[in-house]
């Protein structure tokens, strides 16, 4: 295999110094003419030269990296929040490790480890539906605490307070569900649920509980089955709320609601004629699924670029007081933690 070419070769093929290159390579404030930028350009393509990141982040202390841990890469949500989140971070010369967690608190453990052993600049991470369970806090506390670089939790505990975080107002979100169904004259109306253990869910659960007995209307227990925010879940929640009498019903996410409504078209039941179906996140759109259903949704773009921003003013903050500019607390991010709560939609159905 070749020998990977240096900055020496750049510079030799360049005819200036080693200097030279790195300020114009590193876009640093430098005095060099336009001939000898344009030499530079052609020497780095005729040799095919590509800076190496590991030996510059021992100059820069920055790897310029970042980390993604998200629950369940199947999900369309997540991964549309992990393009998002690549757009916002390329753009400021960073790249992205997206990994899954699978929902598994071990799993979680695991990559925060690993993914920081490797010297991420800073993670963002949707936490686990295990390190939401009761109880489970203290745990997930404790290994963010280990964790050496910024760390941003999106949307899932936003409200724990001991770390900085973004998310959506999920009660909001269930209550704007649920007047647009009791808007549109439903009395009987079922909700499929993620892990209500969860505080996303246990919110959009909530908030839709209060305003249909805040509008006098009467909830019924027997209409609320747990989907666990997968297909399958919304497939099977689906025979009970039919067979319950209800005539509309709230998926509290829209991958559940493709799943209601495919056990729908099994029993030749139609969407708005025969059941009114809500979902959640807005994701389906973008796939030509989002027919004939209403949303609410939580834009993954205004979300990735509140978790990025966060983070990047966090890393910024870490890269300074390494090299000794910076004084101050070393994880404000832990120690002086910021919360950002985005604001749900409520997106009309298409093709109606
Ligand atoms: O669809 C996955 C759900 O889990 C989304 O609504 C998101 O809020 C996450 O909590």
């Not at 832990?334 to 919360?339: E, F, G, M």
Request: net charge neutral.
């Amino acid at each position: 295999m070749a020998r990977r070419a240096t900055l020496k070769d750049v510079a030799a093929a360049a005819g200036v110094s080693v200097t030279t290159v790195s300020l114009v390579l590193n876009d640093r404030p430098a005095r060099v003419s336009t001939e000898k930028r344009e030499a530079i350009a052609r020497a780095v393509k005729q040799l095919n030269y590509v800076p190496n990141q590991n030996a510059r982040s021992l100059v820069t202390k920055q790897s310029k990296l970042v980390a993604l841990i998200v629950p369940d890469i199947e999900n369309l949500f997540f991964a549309a929040l992990a393009k998002c989140v690549e757009d916002e971070c390329a753009a400021q010369g960073y790249s992205l490790i997206v990994a899954n967690s699978d929902d598994s608190r071990e799993s979680e453990q695991a990559l925060l480890r690993r993914l920081t052993s490797r010297g991420v600049d800073g993670v963002l991470l949707i936490p686990a539906r295990e390190s939401c369970a009761a109880g489970a806090g203290a745990a997930l506390r404790e290994d963010v605490e280990r964790v050496t670089c910024p760390v941003v939790l999106i949307d899932r505990l936003t409200q724990c307070g001991w770390c900085d975080a973004v998310g959506f107002d999920n009660y909001l979100g269930g209550r704007l569900a649920a007047q647009y169904l009791l808007e549109g004259g439903h009395k009987r109306i079922g909700i499929v649920t993620g892990d209500v253990a969860e505080s996303s869910a246990a919110d959009r659960r909530r908030g839709f509980v209060d305003a249909i007995e805040q509008a006098g209307e009467r909830f019924d227990p027997a209409l609320c089955v747990s989907g666990d925010y997968r297909f399958d879940g919304g497939y099977h929640a689906a025979d009970r709320i039919i067979d319950g009498g209800a005539t509309a019903v709230f998926c509290c996410n829209d991958v559940m609601a493709l799943g209601f409504r495919q056990r729908m078209a099994e029993r030749g039941l139609r969407v708005t004629e025969d059941m009114q179906v809500i979902g959640y996140d807005n994701i389906l759109k973008r796939f030509g699924l989002g027919w004939r259903m209403a949303t609410v949704e939580q834009s993954v773009a205004d979300l990735a670029a509140a978790c990025w921003g966060m983070l990047r003013e966090r890393i910024d903050v870490a890269v300074r007081a390494k090299s000794g500019t910076e004084s101050g607390d070393a994880r404000p991010w832990l120690s002086n933690p910021q919360v950002e709560v985005l604001t749900p939609k409520l997106v009309q159905a298409a093709c109606a």
